[in-house]
């Protein structure tokens, strides 16, 4: 059922510019890890990243920036005080220690970011934006540009744009949706590859819409035009690999930043949402998955990665999905990949928030190298 909260709008507004007000706040962790499975750990103390606004009770889909002084920034949205940055200085104890500094997009309904960085140093913020007067059904993509200022800290310009909007019907299905940006320069195809979500499924237990098909858009230049390399969505194999599973939607892909992604072989990340086939239950789960033609076709290798706990009220008891991935910065022997990801403690009425897991490089290089689990 589409809703319209008209009543809210005043409300959204203000609580928008509260956001851009806000004094910077530390949010600090312990860098401990506890295994979970023989090649990966679970960060102690997660989650690291709460949602501290107003009236919010979730923080999801973080993205990371890495910058060359060492600062780290990290992007995640709210529902109505858009998306906040968080910053990691270089000098800083703890890994997971980080300041709020504020909203980079502080627009109700602006939620999943992704942070792309030219190599002229350009920032480029895609995100998915809803519209307020159907809140959470119909989206579009948009882009903004930025740059790492002088003295340190990031301006951003006042260019919003459009990238790009739901036309095909695999996009509109149950709403009108396209977002979850991930972007790369594919070096073979000499090309910028936009992968994307579209349309949408209500889950009935927690009354979450979550995506339902992956895209991919391809340009020339990264402020586009994107014209879509097919007219279908992008075939993903493996999907109900799991006994009992069901797999009825992908929320997002994305390349795995710490693996040098050369040739045709191509490893990275999907978050499947799933329905146990005999309690009914849904969940969301991050998988690994290989491209063996450049990116134009997946197929899942790790179908459970990262998985919820199923523990009642745990941080992740139910979902993990939003995720982006980068350097663990207390690995001083480059051993693991820091997946970074949101996580929700139940079904109905639950709160989500950033946790982090690490996992071995070794299990994406054996996989990238073509090796069979």
Request: glycine letters at 8%; one cysteine or more; a negative charge.
């Amino acid at each position: 059922m589409k809703q319209t909260f008209p009543p809210l709008l005043p409300l959204l507004s203000f609580l928008s510019f509260l956001s851009l007000l806000s004094s910077p706040s530390l949010c600090a962790a312990d860098d401990t890890w506890s295994s979970i499975t023989p090649y990966s750990q679970d960060l102690s103390s997660n989650p690291f990243l709460t949602p501290t606004d107003t009236f919010e009770w979730i923080l999801g889909d973080p993205s990371i920036l890495d910058l060359p002084s060492g600062d780290r920034y990290v992007f995640a949205n709210e529902i109505f005080h858009g998306i906040i940055a968080y910053k990691r200085d270089a000098t800083q104890e703890g890994e997971f220690s980080f300041t709020k500094i504020g909203a980079a997009v502080g627009k109700p309904g602006a939620v999943r970011p992704y942070c792309f960085v030219e190599k002229d140093g350009t920032l480029f913020l895609f995100w998915e934006q809803y519209t307020l007067r159907s809140l959470y059904a119909n989206s579009v993509l948009m882009m903004k540009t930025g740059r790492v200022k002088e003295g340190g800290g990031l301006e951003w310009n006042k260019d919003d744009s459009v990238v790009l909007e739901p036309s095909l019907p695999w996009e509109k299905e149950n709403s009108s949706r396209v977002g979850n940006a991930f972007v790369t320069y594919n070096e073979e195809a000499s090309k910028y590859f936009l992968y994307y979500s579209a349309s949408s499924q209500m889950l009935p237990d927690s009354k979450v819409a979550e995506p339902i098909h992956l895209g991919l858009a391809t340009a020339d230049d990264i402020r586009g035009p994107w014209v879509r390399a097919s007219d279908e969505p992008l075939v993903i194999s493996g999907l109900d690999s799991i006994e009992g599973e069901l797999t009825t939607g992908v929320g997002s892909f994305k390349l795995v930043k710490e693996i040098v992604q050369t040739g045709d072989v191509q490893v990275g990340l999907i978050n499947r949402i799933t329905k146990n086939k005999e309690t009914g239950a849904t969940g969301s789960t991050i998988s690994m998955v290989v491209s063996r033609d450049n990116g134009k076709t997946l197929e899942v290798v790790e179908p459970n990665l990262i998985t919820p706990t199923l523990v009642e009220k745990d941080w992740k008891e139910s979902y993990v999905y939003g995720f982006d991935t980068g350097k663990d910065l207390d690995d001083d022997g480059d051993e693991y990949v820091l997946v970074m990801y949101n996580g929700r403690d139940g079904w109905a009425h639950a709160k989500e928030t950033v946790g982090a897991t690490r996992v071995e490089k070794a299990v994406f290089l054996k996989h990238q190298l073509g090796g069979k689990s």
